[in-house]
């Protein structure tokens, strides 16, 4: 049913917000305990053209249509012929709904049919990616046809399904393979939900992709800069986690070899795996697409995820990969790439916000914790300290410095300073008791700038930063600014 109403019901404490279609159509709100809490992401893609009845672009040019793909594989016996009237008729059913839909509801299904067209134009519709495809295909049909309308970023699962699914903005529903892989870790927290979890697990290993030389956990829309499909560093540490976690609980030897299976991509470098550096050091990406990007707390939390498979499947070829990535990580701290000097950065292209701040130091206390076990070779005292210092950075004001000491009439003037964290800085110019200048700006730890549009008068101003870091807390420095 269209515009379906969302039944609300009481959450217990510490749960996260979960939409459900149920199988009467009424879509209802549970709050899942063992949901990790949704994370800031990058936008997807903002926006797609409206569907179109006729192939079009590279499906045109090639002639690899879905039709004729699905045959292919069907005749070359990749696919079983039920496989094959299932597929197809997922995808007539598809095709034929987007058709009667229009708005919001027409523009996300037809996102998620071009993404399968796209894909199969490239020669990319495999009979391991397919489970994925069509399956996506499908609940998107389902969705909206019957469930509500809502925002990006919401996450929602289905009646009789395990696995989290996440909105995201022009690319319709997709499956979130972290928060599911999450959401299974915590169910590992309890013996009363075994049989969810042993769901969970038997749900999502059919919809692995053979990649890299064993099972990647694809992610099928594009994202940041990224064409699908793509897999996750940090997704695949956290599914070889919850699969070794679920073999040792349920007594079942075929979940370890699924998680051994996902290490594959950690073996491999981008864009089919996500290795990046040399055969001793490895920095394991959190985006297969993009090589250059280091994203620290995704890496410290997947190397957390390969240390626990090696330890719960004593599994030598996992604990080299660790040892390959901790050295790596071992490196960075001692380069200081993930420390400002009074905060921690996200990435190498910018400083975490306070989210991520926190979320940093909690891994590295995971990390510092897994080290002191004294399984894994390797010294836990720079995590433990650093882990110990973006503690103190929550409570520690900003140290900020003027540099600029002096300015020419008539010119724009940049007034340079330096900062130990991430900033929101409100900078004040005056010449005695009149304030010529008020600009609020925000800066990036290390030497920042200003500009001071254009000193009109020569003599002396006094400019005064008030400075306030994520946290909120605060500082203010002032220095003399000669002007000639």
């Known amino acids: 049913m269209l515009g379906a109403a969302i039944l609300a019901a009481p959450a217990p404490a510490g749960a996260a917000e979960l939409l459900v279609l149920e199988r009467d159509g009424q879509v209802t709100v549970r709050d899942d305990p063992f949901l990790p809490a949704a994370q800031p992401e990058p936008q997807a893609r903002a926006s797609r053209p409206e569907p179109d009845a006729q192939p079009r672009g590279r499906a045109a040019e090639t002639q690899r249509t879905v039709r004729r793909e ?65 399956e996506t295909l499908e609940r998107n049909r389902q969705w909206w046809t019957e469930g509500t309308l809502i925002p990006s970023g919401r996450r929602l699962s289905f009646a009789g399904s395990e696995l989290v699914w996440q909105h995201y903005g022009g690319e319709g529903l997709q499956i979130q393979w972290l928060g599911t892989f999450g959401r299974a870790n915590q169910l590992f927290s309890t ?127 996992a604990r080299a990969l660790f040892a390959r990535g901790e050295a790596q990580l071992r490196r960075a701290l001692e380069r200081g790439d993930l420390d400002t000097g009074g905060w921690s950065r996200y990435s190498n292209r910018r400083d975490s916000s306070l989210h991520y701040h926190r979320v940093l130091g909690d891994f590295l206390r995971g990390l510092c914790e897994r080290l002191g076990e004294g399984r894994v070779a390797a010294d836990p005292a720079p995590y433990c300290a650093l882990a110990e210092r973006f503690t103190v950075d929550l409570t520690r004001p900003p140290v900020i410095d003027l540099r600029s000491r002096a300015a020419t009439g008539g010119r724009p003037k940049t007034i340079t300073f330096t900062a130990d964290k991430p900033l929101t800085v409100t900078m004040t110019v005056a010449r005695g008791d009149d304030v010529v200048e008020r600009v609020t700006r925000s800066v990036r730890a290390g030497r920042p700038q200003i500009t001071w549009d254009e000193p009109r008068r020569s003599g002396t101003y006094t400019a005064t930063l008030a400075a306030t870091d994520p946290a909120g807390n605060r500082a203010t420095e002032s220095g003399e600014i000669q002007v000639r």
């Not at 839909?101 to 071009?114: C, K, P, S």
């Not at 991509?265 to 055969?279: C, D, H, I, K």
């Open 191 to 317: 013996r009363e939900h075994d049989p969810q979890l042993r769901a969970l697990l038997g749900e999502a290993a059919p919809l692995a992709t053979s990649r890299a030389g064993g099972l990647g956990w694809e992610s099928l829309f594009a994202f940041g800069d990224g064409e699908p499909p793509w897999v996750s560093g940090l997704t695949q540490g956290a599914a070889a986690q919850a699969y070794a976690r679920g073999a040792l609980r349920l007594q079942d030897g075929a979940l370890m070899t699924v998680g051994r299976e996902a290490l594959g991509v950690f073996s491999r470098r981008a864009p089919a795996g996500v290795w990046g550096g040399t055969s001793t050091h490895a920095h394991y990406l959190q985006y297969s697409y993009d090589g250059d990007l280091r994203i620290y707390n995704g890496f410290v939390q997947t190397l957390n995820g390969i240390h626990d498979f090696a330890k719960f499947a004593n599994d030598d070829p």
């Open 70 to 134: 699905l045959r292919r594989l069907e005749s070359s016996r990749k696919l079983s012929s039920a496989q094959h009237d299932r597929y197809r008729g997922q995808y007539d059913r598809a095709k034929e709904t987007v058709r009667r839909l229009e708005g919001a509801r027409r523009a996300n299904l037809g996102a998620v049919i071009d993404t399968l067209e796209d894909l199969t134009a490239r020669g990319r519709l495999a009979s391991s990616r397919a489970p994925v495809l069509f």
